[in-house]
């Protein structure tokens, strides 16, 4: 069959409430459920992530609508697959970015039909199912033409059983997967990293999940504001890139092996796991109040909020406490001594890290739930957004329903971090009889 245009899972525990916001358990896809035959999985029907659930959440980039199976296919093989009664899914071949060859960077999909289907793929890659729809499932038999790979479930996979089948299994990928993560890697980086308690390195991926879905206001206190159906989908990518660490897009996220080590490890995830706090919340900024010029500022919202938890739980270093290699100074020491001087702009005066102090300093003032509050505002108003090169309209949009967040005008909070403040800005405030906080945030310090 030819592809298409190119364009998930048992828990062990509860996903814990954490400090500053509250999170509630939602339903999530459950690994595809094995007949007899192991060969043979069910899957439910979920909402496209790329459309529906971007569309609820307001969120800039969507999490992944591939559905784990466990399996690989080589190269130009022929695989056979049966669709029994019910809905019909897209076969998946590849992970996305997994593979070092540019013709096979992105995963090929093929339409099936009911009945038998015979799908061979030049490249081969591990095999995933995607069906999109708000009811209904499927039922699907796998060929033995696929290989069962090195396969870690949180939950289910004790780590004796994961060290035999990564002797046994020699297939080129490894996958682990967890209630809310699923992440793809070289043989080789599985390899390297073997000796991890595994079990451990999930459960903190589901903990860095659920502080920055926190943070996110996903608490189901409304269908709204429930957690993602869907998995966030960390890729190992299989060579360094040039001038880049790490990026996120549309349903995954890509870690080149310089930095796998924080990926692959339980001491690098939880003591220096930044980059992979920051490439997940760009799959939580939401679109209103993200101009391209903050789109590296306000992702590191989530990156704070997982530092804060794990500073006090693994003693992670404090970002914002860490001084500068050349001046001495942290951030909380250098930004605040900027604020209000001639000339001050936010884009310009203050430096990458500076720039978060604006953001803690409104978390302090107005409570630890303040951007989850943020996020929920515009999930159930959903103001308009424009363009990401609508600059204006985005910053004004950060004003104003920051503003209205607080319960308060934030005009000169804003004003004296060198962020535009404009005169629809100024009257969306007053049209909403919005005051000066009686603190000014700008004088706290952490």
Known sequence: MMPHARPTQLTRRRVLQFTGAGLALAAVPALPAAAADANTITIPALPSARTTELDRTQDSLSASELRTTGFYLPADTALNVVVHTGLVPTLVIGAPDADARAAFKSSREYQLQAGRNTVTDAGGGVVYLKLIGDSGSAKVTIGEQAQPMPYFVLGRTGEADFQRQLDERTTPYVEFVGPHAMITVERASALTYRAENHADLLA??????????????????????????????????????????????????????????????????????????????????????????????????????????????????????????????????????????????????????????????????????????????????????????DEPLRLRNLVVLCSRTAGHDLSDFFRAWGVPVDTEATAQIAAAHLTPPPTDPTTIRE
């Not at 790490?246 to 339980?266: E, K």
């Not at 500073?311 to 605040?336: I, M």
Request: net charge neutral; with cysteine; charged share 20%.
């Open 204 to 389: 903190t991926y589901e903990d860095i999940i659920g502080i920055e879905d926190a943070t996110s206001g996903y608490d189901g206190s409304a269908p709204v504001h429930a957690r993602l159906v869907h998995r966030y989908h960390f890729v190992g990518y299989p060579s360094a890139i040039t001038g880049v660490g790490a990026y996120a897009t549309h349903g995954h996220m890509s870690f080149p092996p310089p930095i796998q080590d924080r990926m692959l490890t339980v001491e690098g995830l939880r003591t220096r796991g930044w980059g992979i706090c920051h490439e997940l919340g760009h799959q939580h900024q939401q679109i209103t109040y993200k101009p391209s010029s903050l789109t590296e500022v306000t992702v590191n919202i989530y990156s704070l909020a997982v530092n804060a938890v794990f500073a006090t739980k693994y003693g992670q270093v404090p970002r914002l406490h860490a001084p500068d290699a050349k001046t001495g100074l942290t951030p909380w020491q250098s930004a605040p001594g900027k604020l209000r001087s001639p000339g001050v702009d936010y884009g310009k005066t203050f430096d990458p890290y500076e720039k978060l102090v604006m953001f803690e300093q409104l978390r302090l003032a107005f409570g630890n739930q303040f951007w989850a509050n943020l996020h929920k505002l515009v999930r159930v108003e959903r103001p308009y957004a424009g363009d990401y090169t």
